[in-house]
Structure formats: C-alpha cells, structure tokens
C-alpha cells in the first residue's frame, strides 16, 4: 500500500476529512517548491499533488496556465520534478501524487518514469488527458512499480464512464465537481453532490472531489460527503501572489475540517 | 487498401482520444449522432442539396495548360476548392457538422481558426442555420488574417483574440477545447481540421472526401484515367485527406502532401512534423508532432497560418509510416514565388497555404513528362492580400 492508502486509512480512523492541495511544481523556481510543500504540510495538507508543468495545459485556467508558463522558463521538466520530490522526502512522509498531461510522460518514458518515481518517494500519478481508453500502456508499469493510478471523473461521466474509471484507479477517485477548467468559484456547483451519489454506487475507494474549491465554506458543506477535498488554483494564485502566506492562507481553508469530526 | 479507424478512432498507432474526462461524453455522443445520420439518406440529401446549392459544388477540376507549358513535363490540373462558397475547402465540413449540431439541439457552436477560413466558413453557416457563434483566433493571426476577422464579425460571429503561448492556430484550439469542457451541454465543437480526438479525424474527412470522389470522376472525363500524382498542402490535413481518400487504394496515384518549411529547419522555425517531429500526445490525439526533448510543445513558423501547428491529422501519420503518401516541405520563399507564378500564367492568386501545394507540384514537373498531376487549390488568396503586398513591395510602387 502507498501512503496514499495509509492516509485514507488513517483518515477513517480518525473520522476526518483530508485536505488535499495542488501545486505546480517549479513556479516560480524549482528550487521554491520544497519549501512551499513544507509550508503547506504545516497548514494542513494531507496529500500533495505535484503539477508537472505542459506547454499546452488544456483542462486548466488562467490561474494554473499562468503558473506552468513560469515553471517552464524556470527550467521545469519531469526529470527536474523527480528532483523537487527527492528534496521534499528527506524532510517530509507526505503523501505525493504526481499531476501532469500525457505527453510530457510519454516522453519520458512510462517505465522509466515508473522506476524513477518510485525510487524518489513518489506515490502515484494522476494524468490530466489520459483517458481509461487509453491508459493501458500507463497503467500497467505504474501498477508494477507499486505507484498508484488515480482517474478524473466528471458530471458528464455515464455510469458506464464512472465504472470503468474505478477498475483502472488505485488510492482514490479525483471527481470533478463540475464542467469547466480548474479556476476559483463563488459557489459549489449543483453538479457536484449528485456526482458523489452515483460514484459511490461504483466504488468502495475513497473520493476525493476538487475543482473550483476555493472557500472555506466550500470545505465545510464538502466534508460531510467525500473523504478529501482538493485545493488547487486557490493556493497557486496564493504562491503568485504572496507565498509568505501560505501557510496561514492554507490554515483558514482547512480550517472546517478540524472543527468537528464527521457524522 | 482501406483506410479507416478502429473503434477507438485509431489509425494504426495514431488517433484515439486523448481528454479530459469530462470530454468523453460528449465524444461519445457526436461518434454516435454520426453514426446515425451516416446511415439516413436524409442527412446525405440535405448535405448533398447544401453543397451543390449554398457552397457551389461541384468545383471544376481546370487544366492549368500555360502553367504546365511555362514549367514544363507533366500536364497540371487544379481541383477548384478556391471557388467554394467563402473561399476554400473549409465550407464543406462546417456544413456536415452544423447540420449534425442541429441534429444534437446544440445551438452554440465554437470553432478555431488559424487563417481564418475555417472561421469564416463556421460563421457564414451559423448565419444560415441561425445558430450562435464563438470563433477562437489567435492574436498573432487576427493581425495577419485581418480581412477574415472582419468576414467573420460582419456574418454574425463573435471573435475571441487568443492571447497564451504562440497566438496562433494551436493556441485558439486549446481555448476552444477549454470552451467546450465549459459549456459542454449546451455547444458543438466545430472543429475544422482532421484533427482531435475520435470521432473528429474521421468525420471531418469524410466531409471532404467529396473533394476527391469529384477528382476521380473528372479526371477520367478529362483523360480517361487516374492521376499519377495528387499534391495538396497540410496543416491539419483537411483538405489533403479529403482528395487522397479516394485515391488510397490507387497504389500506382502518389500522394504528396506539403509541409511548412518556414524560413529554415531548426525547430521553432517551420511546421514540417515528418522531417523535424515524432510520435506525441496534442489536443486529444496521437500523431506526429514538434517537440523537445522534455515533451513541450514546440513553437512553430509559417507565412501561412493555415499550416502554422506543432501536430498533423492522425491519418496522415498512419498513411506516413505505411509509405503510401510522401510527405515534403516547402519554405516561405517558395510558397510566394508559386503564388506569383500561378497569378501571372493562369490569372488565378492562391491562398498561401495552397501555393505549397502548388510549389512541389511545378518543382516536380519537368522531371515526369507525359504524366498528369492535380492539385487541390484548397483556397483564394484574397485574405493573403496584405501578406503578398509586404512580399512583393515593388508592385506597390506609383
């Protein structure tokens, strides 16, 4: 089991809903990012997703775009994010799950890729455009290397789509909460606890839902239905804009998590 | 032999789908839409009435005689997509699509464009069909395509400048996607290239292996046989896998489709994926593609917007590594010098994209007399107007 099954583990146990957080690694220098993860375990992560930054991101917004365009110049590639992680694990057991497009890995190589994340501490991989159709050649030397595959899912996703997305995922499901790119909204959308009800109907593994999850009252009506929530453009804009604070920006939003235990 | 995907859309190693999952379903939904109107006579007669009637179908397949005197060798003809409705092949699949759009009940549609013509062709058939319309452009190619910018907004649609990465073709078809992923209910994607992820590779093809199936007919009546060699440009690919198709299992027809050479061979500086890409993952599909060493997307480079993309339709790569069509490039330089040699022997000033074509068409020539080359002339060159003045200063002169 990786750390991530030892966290949804952990997080039955202690009856509580985990926070996950998104961040692109390498923005806005390789060399930021270790520190940044640390300040976010401190805030209250639970789970890092670690973006490998493509010159072509398009399921994301503004916010992330903008954030892979600086990593890119910064010199940000898989090979360099290998490295990010190697330096966050000699401080930290976090839970990492590598976040990216396909091409970049395809290049790479899956096998090689495979090896090298494990050999780094690495726990699994969750690729943007690969979908389960496609995810064969993936999926197989991730699963060998004992590295978990986590899919999307999305409102649009058929009940066929939603099972066929839970035989190829290990560790937990990432539901999308609604249609659209990652980016910040005022409101929940209405799609996204009728999305939760038919997942459940497929699925024993753990859900985690994001996109669009930037409040803390977005957290606190969440917690009662999912075991993670996922914070990403939030936290990257908070890096762009003033990263001195992430720590404490973090704390506030995960705030609802620690206040009561779940029903 | 047959061209055609497997289930999954896959073209040997190439096609597939490759998206975000919220995607998938409407993927699903379009494959099967056109599946169904495929089958019903209907649909075929309603595309059918449109092309003849609206867009101007068929086009003429025109013995460029003085063009083939002046270089000598084999006889050259041009496919006339120049003189469809709105100027190039483009109108031919943005019929098929809106017609199928309006067998969803989609009434937004979004599209791409690179050099415009397919978001003129988009536009004008929104107007017809009363749906409305987003066109995605880059910044970069609004101000090179400025006459198509303001076609389009005159018939209706409204032009969004894309304003990430290159600002070019590449760029407004990843806004369009994030579009899509948006407002997936309630919009099609018209995409305008055979590109993107199943069905799309395939569908827009068959919308313009009209192109093709006309060349065959004509070409008998003309000669009473096969071509011995097709050209046509390729940026996605459209209009050069709409006239091969046809032709594929022709082995004895070469079929040679025209790369960008831009102004030289360093990446970064053309769009020849077959000489200077590999195999890659881009915007839903698997085919050929320009990038480093670490999977990035490389910038690309041509006078022409309509060929300016880091990737190529899937099918061309399967048909690439199959050797059954050759694939060159042609540079900035010598697109324009074909233009100013079919303007001055034939009266007819083709878009930059088809002066590709047009280019390894007569460079070929003198060296296979006897035989009979077509090229498809995918579009006019109205648009490139501002583009040919720059190049050719000295016709400007008092």
Redesign the interface.
């Known amino acids: 089991m990786t750390r991530i099954g030892k966290l949804f583990e952990k997080l039955q146990a202690e009856k509580r809903c985990g926070m996950i957080v998104y961040l692109t690694a390498g923005d806005p220098t390789p060399e930021a990012t270790p520190g940044f993860v640390a300040a976010l375990e401190r805030g209250g992560a639970d789970l890092i997703e670690l973006g490998v930054p ?6 994301d ?1 503004p916010v992330i ?1 903008k954030a892979g365009d600086r990593a ?1 110049k910064a010199g940000t ?3 360099k994010v290998l490295e990010i992680a190697a330096a966050i694990r000699k401080t930290s057991e976090i839970p990492i799950l590598l976040f990216t ?8 190589g899956f096998e090689k890729l495979a090896a090298d994340a494990k050999a780094v501490g690495i726990d699994g991989c969750l690729l ?4 389960v ?2 995810a064969e050649a993936y999926v197989a030397p991730m699963r060998a290397a004992g590295l978990d595959t986590v ?8 009940a066929r ?1 939603l099972k066929l ?1 839970a035989e190829y995922s290990s560790g937990f499901v990432y539901m ?1 909460s609604r ?3 990652t980016g910040e909204q005022q409101t929940l959308s209405d799609s996204a606890l009728p999305l939760i009800e038919r997942m459940r109907e497929q699925t024993k593994l753990p859900l985690a839902m994001g996109f669009g999850i930037s409040k803390p009252e977005h957290v606190a009506e969440l917690k009662h239905h999912v075991e993670a929530v996922v914070i990403g453009s939030a936290i990257v804009r908070q890096i762009e804009e003033d990263s001195t604070q992430l720590e404490a920006f973090l704390r506030r939003l995960a705030a609802p998590l620690h206040t009561a235990a779940i029903s | 032999m047959i061209s055609q995907p497997d289930a ?1 859309g896959h073209f040997g190693p190439y096609g ?11 993927l ?1 939904e379009l494959e099967i839409t056109y599946a169904e109107a495929r089958q019903d006579p209907k649909f075929q007669e309603e595309l059918d009435d449109l092309y003849k009637n609206f867009a101007g179908r068929p086009t003429p397949l025109y013995h460029a005689k003085r063009l083939s005197e002046a270089v000598g060798g084999a006889k050259i003809y041009l496919k006339r997509e120049d003189l469809l409705h709105t100027g190039a092949h483009k109108i031919n699949n943005a019929l098929g699509q809106a017609l199928l759009a309006k067998r969803m009940g989609k009434k937004r549609i979004i599209a791409e464009t690179g050099a415009g013509q397919h978001g003129v062709a988009t536009a004008s058939v929104c107007a017809l069909f009363g749906l409305d319309c987003t066109i995605y452009m880059g910044e970069e190619d609004m101000r090179r395509q400025k006459l198509n910018v303001f076609r389009m907004r005159l018939m209706g649609a409204n032009v969004q400048a894309v304003t ?2 290159s600002r070019t073709l ?2 407004a078809i ?1 806004e369009a ?2 579009d899509w ?5 309630t919009t099609h994607y018209l995409l305008g290239s055979a590109l993107g992820s199943h069905p799309y590779p395939m569908m827009v093809r068959d919308f313009h292996r009209v192109i093709g199936v006309e060349t065959k007919r004509q070409i008998l009546e003309a000669e009473g046989r096969n071509p011995d060699a097709i050209f046509a440009c390729v940026g996605g690919g459209s209009n050069a896998i709409g006239i091969f198709h046809p032709f594929i299992e022709d082995d004895a027809v070469r079929l040679v489709g025209v790369e960008a050479g831009g102004r030289g061979m360093e990446l970064g500086n053309h769009a020849a994926r077959f000489s200077g890409g590999s195999p ?5 599909t698997r085919s050929y ?1 320009l ?1 480093d ?5 490389s910038l690309t480079h041509s006078v022409s917007a309509g060929l300016d993309y880091a990737s190529v339709g899937p099918e061309h790569a399967w048909l690439h590594d199959r050797q059954r069509a050759e694939y060159c490039s042609c540079s900035d330089k010598e697109a324009l010098e074909a233009a100013v040699m079919l303007s001055r022997t034939e009266g007819i000033i083709p878009a930059l994209e088809s002066a590709h074509g047009v280019w390894e068409a007569i460079r070929q020539a003198p060296a296979y007399p006897g035989q009979v080359f077509v090229v498809n002339l995918s579009g006019r060159g109205d648009k490139d107007i501002d583009i040919y003045r720059e190049n050719l200063k000295e016709l400007d002169a008092e």
């Not at chain 1, 493509?54 to 399921?59: E, G, K, L, M, V």
């Not at chain 1, 899919?151 to 058929?158: N, R």
């Not at chain 2, 998206?19 to 379903?25: H, K, Q």
């Open positions: 493509f010159s072509d991101p398009i399921a917004g775009q890119l590639t898989v090979a497009y396909l091409n970049p890995v395809i290049k790479y943007t455009d690969a979908s159709e496609e899919f999307l899912v999305a409102p649009t996703s058929s789509r997305v999308v249609t659209g790119i | 999954g597939g789908r490759y998206v975000p999952e919220v995607l998938m379903s409407p699903e990430i990465g590449k760029d990843s996607m994030r992923v948006t407002n997936v209910s890659g993952v881009l915007q839903g593609l990038q060493d670490d999977g990035q997307v």
